[in-house]
């Protein structure tokens, strides 16, 4: 076979691999990808303690999240995910559902986002700033 062959053949298999990693591969890593699981989870702003509980979730990039919180206390809480955009608040004594999709593979830090006063728990102060937790989502994306 020319030579010439050869390399026009070599160079279109390179580059049919450039485009098939483009297009199906990285796309799913940047872009996100969608399991088609909702998980239900459940934080608790725990009454007087200036603490979600839990303060850790392990879910599956990909999830749509489902999440319940709960405000045991009799003043308002709220919980922002800005890694997920979600800002909402948790008013006193009340329940809130809410969804969002963990599209991408890391962690979704979550905080208070409600100015709540602070306190002492047994013998420890805690305050608005300790109400912090984070939602980590597994990578379903082989990297190598
Ligand atoms: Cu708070």
């Known amino acids: 076979m020319n030579k010439y062959v050869i390399l026009i053949i070599l160079a279109a298999v390179i580059i049919g691999a450039g485009v098939v990693y483009r297009g199906v591969i990285q796309d799913d890593a940047a872009k996100g990808i969608d399991t088609g699981v909702v998980r239900e989870l459940t934080v608790i702003a725990k009454k007087n303690e200036w603490r979600f509980v839990p303060e850790e979730f392990e879910v599956n990039q990909g999830d749509t999240i489902k999440m319940t919180a709960i405000n045991e206390d009799d003043y308002d809480h709220g919980i922002a995910i800005e890694a997920a955009g979600v800002s909402q608040k948790m008013p006193a004594n ?51």
């Open 94 to 144: 009340s329940t809130v559902t809410f969804e969002f999709k963990v599209t991408k593979a890391g962690d979704y830090p979550f905080y208070c986002s409600v100015p709540c006063g602070e306190g002492e728990v047994n013998g420890v102060h805690r305050g608005h700033v300790d109400m912090i937790g984070v939602i980590h989502a597994r990578s379903l994306v082989e990297t190598e």
